[in-house]
């Protein structure tokens, strides 16, 4: 083997390297782009998660506030007390965006019941959509006080 035959030898396997980082490049693009989508997919699940557990315990929290809030007690439960009461306990929420009903079934007086429902329209931050989750609950009990 000359030394032309090297030289050319070494220059060939330059070219194709320079071609091989391109092509590691375009397969790196093919692996993350649809690792980042997983990644950011999980954490919207999570909070999505999150926001429906927040619903859930926020009607319960708030029908318990109800029952011991009654007629007879010194400080008397309103819808407005209930509504202010579920949006302090929001965190990373919205709280503008959660909306709570209250009904008494007939009154406000001890041996009724109260119904809190608390609903939130959950908007994931995934890129590019437009989705929109209603998530929902309510809790219901008989008030004591």
Known sequence: MSVIDTYKGIKLARRLRGWSRGQTYAEFMMVVLPTLSLIFGIISFAMAV????????????????????GSKSTSPATSDD???YVRNEAQG?????????????????????????????????????????????????????
Do not use: C, E
């Not at 999150?50 to 809030?69: E, L, M």
């Open 50 to 69: 999150y926001t429906y557990s927040f619903v859930s315990n926020a009607s319960r929290d708030a029908v318990r506030y109800a029952i011991v809030h």
């Open 82 to 84: 209930i509504q202010t």
């Open 93 to 145: 929420l919205k709280a503008s965006a959660i909306s709570v009903s209250t009904t008494w079934n007939p009154n406000n007086s001890p041996g009724s019941t109260v119904n809190v429902q608390v609903s939130y329209s959950f908007h994931p931050f995934y890129p590019f959509t437009k989705v929109t989750l209603p998530l929902s609950s309510s809790a219901q009990m008989v008030i004591s006080n």
